[in-house]
């Protein structure tokens, strides 16, 4: 079993960064692929990214050249820098990887 925390969601205006943070503990040594989602009001939630342990990523083509997935497997961490913000990036992100999620961070662009 894995546990995952989210940290890092906040207000911010359009066009500005914030960088999103997932620590994992437990049965670390099973994790492979950790992921992003995110899920706005009133609407299903959806695939940000994807990291593989060896660095292989993959992006959600609203987010591409906007957000970047990163993982730190020293320190059990992924991260998720978020630039060039747009109202339409607010909701609420979770982490996930091996059938575990995080309990979710809320990330509002608005001026």
């Known amino acids: 079993q894995v546990q995952l925390v989210e940290s890092g969601g906040g207000l911010v205006q359009p066009g500005g960064s914030l960088r999103l943070s997932c620590a994992a503990s437990?049965?670390?040594?099973?994790?492979?692929?950790m992921a992003w989602y995110r899920q706005a009001p009133g609407k299903q939630r959806e695939l940000v990214a994807t990291?593989?342990?060896?660095?292989?990523?993959v992006y959600a083509v609203s987010v591409k050249g906007r957000f970047t997935i990163s993982r730190d497997n020293t320190k059990n961490t992924m991260y998720l820098q978020m630039n060039s913000l747009k109202p339409e990036d607010t909701a609420v992100y979770y982490c996930?990887?091996?059938?575990?999620w995080g309990q979710g961070t809320q990330v509002t662009v608005s001026s």
């Open positions: 996930y990887t091996n059938s575990a």
């Open positions: 990291i593989t342990t060896t660095g292989s990523t």
């Open positions: 437990g049965n670390i040594f099973s994790i492979y692929v």
